[in-house]
């Protein structure tokens, strides 16, 4: 059983800071990427920020220089710092984890359940 959960959402005026946590826990052997997608009302899906095992980032482009994303391996847990916060980055906020687990040379994504972010005066 593999399970993420995501904690840190909120709201916040515009300009202002948040940061997201994700920990994916269970019968894990390694964990490739990690990223964090939001889905904003009406729109689809979205990749945010992905983060490799090694430590290499990607962010989409409406995010760079505000949002930084970091991990730590040994508690597989991801981050998302997100600074100069705006209302267009009002979404709910999901993780996702590219998990191998004991016994298994293949990995599968793991979804987290989603956190609301509402960035609004």
């Known amino acids: 059983q593999v399970q993420t959960v995501e904690s840190g959402g909120g709201w916040v005026q515009p300009g202002g800071s948040l940061r997201l946590s994700c920990t994916t826990s269970?019968?894990?052997?390694?964990?490739?990427?990690m990223g964090w997608y939001r889905q904003a009302p009406g729109k689809q899906r979205e990749l945010v920020a992905v983060?490799?095992?090694?430590?290499?980032?990607e962010y989409t482009d409406s995010v760079k220089g505000r949002f930084t994303i970091s991990r730590d391996n040994a508690k597989n847990t991801v981050y998302l710092q997100m600074s100069s916060l705006k209302p267009e980055d009002t979404a709910v906020y999901y993780c996702?984890?590219?998990?191998?687990?004991?016994?298994?040379?293949?990995?599968?994504?793991?979804w987290g359940q989603g956190t609301q972010v509402t960035v609004s005066s």
């Open positions: 996702n984890a590219d998990v191998v687990p004991y016994g298994s040379r293949l990995s599968f994504r793991s």
């Open positions: 269970g019968s894990i052997f390694s964990i490739n990427d």
């Open positions: 983060i490799t095992s090694g430590g290499s980032t």
